[in-house]
């Protein structure tokens, strides 16, 4: 089994200082990682027998395409996830708090519902 180690050189990356030769290497392990991702999700479809996946070159060269084109969905995290939800939930509540706006109790759950709502629903777009 090989390694997850590869020697990769980039032509002018010598004359960088070292907190940007850093930042590059970061960058490129980043994108690899997302061509690699993406790859394997290509293998996975066209993947028909019960033999092991093989994620050929050609696929890793589609994958590259589709991530220069901008087209490869980004980790979503699970924060980013089940902070998605609270508007959902937010919003019933103040429809619950809705029906006694007229009490001092509805006004403030109606009005504490839609502000959760709405800087939930802006902290999950981020």
């Known amino acids: 089994m090989a ?5 990769i050189q980039v032509a002018g990356s010598s004359s960088l200082v070292p907190d940007a030769r850093q930042a ?3 960058c ?3 994108y690899g990682e997302d ?4 790859a394997e999700r290509i293998e996975a479809s066209v993947h028909l027998g019960p033999g092991a996946p093989m994620v050929t ?4 060269q589609e994958a590259d395409l589709v ?5 490869i969905q980004p980790r979503v995290s699970k924060w980013k996830t089940s902070i998605s939800v609270v508007p ?3 919003a019933a509540m103040a429809g619950v708090f809705g029906e006694n706006i007229g009490t001092p109790t509805g006004s403030i759950g ?3 519902s839609v502000l959760i709502g709405i800087f939930t629903f802006l902290a999950g777009r981020r």
Not at 57 to 60: E, N
């Open 28 to 30: 490129v392990q980043r």
């Open 57 to 60: 070159s050609s696929m890793i």
């Open 24 to 26: 590059l290497e970061a």
């Open 3 to 7: 390694s997850d180690d590869l020697d």
């Open 67 to 71: 991530g220069r084109r901008g087209h």
């Open 35 to 38: 061509v690699l991702r993406e």
């Open 88 to 90: 959902y939930i937010a």
């Open 110 to 112: 109606f009005t504490a």
